[in-house]
């Protein structure tokens, strides 16, 4: 059983166009991640939630919008998608906020913007 | 803006052979983190290192945090061409509950 699954692997897409990722935790886990991973490879986190509550957002373009219909689901919907979103997209889980807590990260999706 | 640089960038060497790699910062965590990537997956945990000054052991890798909680290093023993991957540290800010990750380390190790 995978510990962390996310939908689509890939996703290409024109620009200005609207698309969504989704992500399921099997782990039981209170906080869900979502992670921008870029060309070079830098791993910036997104948002964040906490039994379906937001707790991070990380000065991200309201384009972008999680939302979290259960404790086990963290979804991804993107508006009017721009050449530079382009990228990685990983979900992650934890049992705990951020600490000595294990992050379990999903396989990613990769988005590519024509 | 907390920012973690990872050196070297790249790193190719042949299989025996010893490495480190050196994550810094100018910012305090209250934890530190290494994972590895390999293609086309997501990160995976390697070790948690808490305490200034701590050191972790796990099979030929041996982690570092700094005496600061500011820095970290990864050495690896005897590199082996399973070591290959992207490394990434990640430091814990506990007052935002976040991880910040590093710019990685790109080691390849060849037969």
């Known amino acids: 059983d995978t510990a962390v699954s996310q939908t689509p692997k890939y996703l290409v897409t024109q620009m200005g166009n609207d698309k969504s990722i989704k992500c399921e935790q099997n782990?039981?886990?209170?906080?869900m991640y979502w992670y921008k991973q870029d060309s070079k490879k830098f791993l910036k986190i997104m948002f964040s939630?906490?039994?379906?509550?937001?707790?991070i957002n990380e000065t991200v373009p309201n384009r972008f919008s999680p939302k979290s219909p259960d404790k086990a689901h963290l979804n991804l919907h993107i508006n009017s998608l721009e050449l530079g979103d382009s990228a990685v997209y990983f979900c992650?889980?934890?049992?705990?906020?951020?600490?000595?807590?294990?992050?379990?990260f999903g396989p990613g999706t990769r988005l590519t913007v024509l | 803006t907390q920012l973690l640089e990872q050196s070297p960038q790249f790193l190719s060497i042949q299989e025996g052979e010893n490495l480190t790699v050196y994550c810094n910062s100018s910012?305090?965590?209250?934890?530190l983190q290494w994972y590895r990537q390999e293609p086309g997956e997501g990160p995976v945990l390697l070790v948690t290192?808490?305490?200034?000054?701590e050191v972790k052991k796990l099979k030929r890798l041996t982690f570092q945090f700094g005496d600061a909680r500011k820095d970290s290093s990864l050495h690896i023993t005897a590199a082996q061409p399973g070591d290959t991957g992207l490394y990434l540290c990640?430091?814990?800010?506990?007052?935002?509950?976040?991880?910040?990750f590093g710019t990685g380390t790109r080691l390849q190790v060849t037969l």
């Open positions: 290192v808490v305490t200034g000054g």
């Open positions: 782990l039981g886990h209170d906080t």
């Open positions: 939630y906490n039994n379906k509550e937001l707790i």
């Open positions: 992650a889980s934890s049992q705990e906020r951020p600490g000595t807590d294990t992050q379990y």
């Open positions: 990640a430091g814990v800010d506990g007052t935002a509950s976040k991880l910040t």
């Open positions: 910012s305090v965590f209250s934890s």
